[in-house]
């Protein structure tokens, strides 16, 4: 069975879209700053309605809200689940979903669940790539609570 170069096209935009929301969780999980800033260097970062625009804010809201272990990796870790991609090649566009959890890796004491939620990205292909226009983080359920 062959694909059209269309169905091409869309797979590759699918499959790049899905990596740039590992790469969040991933950077975060390293605790990789600059790192994330360059992924949100262009897009809005909302998580829970506190909105930071850019590599300069987003770099800043981080240092704020991840916990950072001894060995200088976070101390949590992030899962992606039920990924839904939506890609408009003519408009340069695409709308991500996913669900997140967030666990606590401490060592010496069991992984924990600690914070559940949604994505909601909007994504636009500039310069011969997808990146991030936005990313809406959205808790729905906390461990304190």
Request: negative net charge; contains cysteine.
């Amino acid at each position: 069975m062959s694909s059209s170069p269309e169905q091409q096209r869309f797979a590759a935009s699918e499959c790049e879209i899905s990596n740039l929301m590992s790469a969040y969780a991933y950077r975060n999980d390293d605790y990789d700053i600059s790192g994330l800033g360059d992924l949100f260097a262009d897009a809005v970062f909302t998580l829970d309605g506190t909105a930071a625009r850019g590599r300069t804010e987003i770099e800043e809201l981080a240092r704020g809200i991840i916990e950072v272990r001894a060995d200088g990796r976070s101390a949590t870790t992030h899962e992606l689940t039920n990924i839904m991609i939506s890609v408009d090649e003519a408009a340069a566009t695409a709308v991500g979903h996913a669900y997140w959890t967030l666990y606590r890796t401490v060592p010496g004491t069991p992984r924990e669940a600690v914070l559940s939620g949604r994505y909601l990205d909007h994504f636009a292909y500039r310069d011969g790539r997808w990146g991030f226009a936005e990313r809406r983080a959205t808790t729905l359920w906390s461990s304190a609570t």
